[in-house]
T-cell receptor, first 110, second 113 residues
Framework: TQLLEQSPQFLSIQEGENLTVYCNSS?????LQWYRQEPGEGPVLLVT?????EVKKLKRLTFQFGDARKDSSLHITAAQPGDTGLYLC??????????FGKGTKLTVNP | DAGITQSPRHKVTETGTPVTLRCHQT?????MYWYRQDPGHGLRLIHY???????DKGEVSDGYSVSRSKTEDFLLTLESATSSQTSVYFC????????????FGPGTRLTVL
């Protein structure tokens, strides 16, 4: 079974701080996705990384896919209250169905 | 935003009663999914569909059944609800399996007393 471990589970920071959250596996993934879920809503895709070593930027968010395609990280620069939410990583597992990590719950305090 | 709706959005029911949740899409996507989301467990796949009348089990399918009689509708049925099925249920759609983006509905909060 391909598992995705996310850390930290919870993160509470002040507005303006930088942070990094991680998504790790012992298995190789062909790609990894990052979703953000706001309270009371469904997850929304932020980015898909498909090449080992790939770095993608989305405004203040930087996503990196590990060289061995077993891990990924999300770095947020100068966090804002609007970044608050649950960040989920996901990748194709057995039979190509998506496997989700348990998520990192981020709170950015004003 | 992808056109995907879920109904009802909230439901409280009693143990042993049947419950049906509906997912409706206007995107004509082939794949539809039902997940449940619980604290400490994340999103877990219950069932998915790869076409009309074509469905398969996911990771946590026991106690659930699904049906897809039209491309746009995917129903999740709890034949006899139990307290362990109290959860938030999300429907999702995608054009294909694997690394394709999944679009999620707004969720249904189900409480089984």
């Amino acid at each position: 079974t391909q598992l995705l471990e996310q850390s930290p589970q919870f993160l509470s920071i002040q507005e303006g701080e930088n942070l990094t959250v991680y998504c790790n596996s012992s298995s190789v993934f062909s790609s990894l996705q990052w979703y953000r879920q706001e309270p009371g809503e469904g997850p929304v895709l932020l980015v898909t990384v498909v090449t080992g070593g790939e770095v993608k930027k989305l405004k203040r968010l930087t996503f990196q896919f590990g060289d061995a395609r077993k891990d990924s990280s999300l770095h947020i620069t100068a966090a804002q209250p609007g970044d608050t939410g649950l960040y989920l990583c996901a990748g194709p597992g057995p039979s190509e169905k998506l496997v989700f990590g348990k998520g990192t719950k981020l709170t950015v305090n004003p | 935003d992808a056109g995907i709706t879920q109904s009802p959005r909230h439901k409280v029911t009693e143990t042993g009663t049947p419950v049906t949740l509906r997912c409706h899409q206007t995107e004509n996507h082939r794949y539809m999914y039902w997940y449940r989301q619980d604290p400490g467990h994340g999103l877990r796949l219950i069932h998915y569909s790869y076409g009309v009348k074509d469905t398969d089990k996911g990771e946590v399918s026991d106690g659930y059944s699904v049906s897809r009689s039209k491309t746009e509708d995917f129903l999740l049925t709890l034949e006899s609800a139990t307290s362990s099925q109290t959860s938030v249920y999300f429907c999702a759609i995608s054009g294909w399996l694997g690394e394709d983006e999944q679009f999620f509905g707004p969720g249904t909060r189900l409480t089984v007393l």
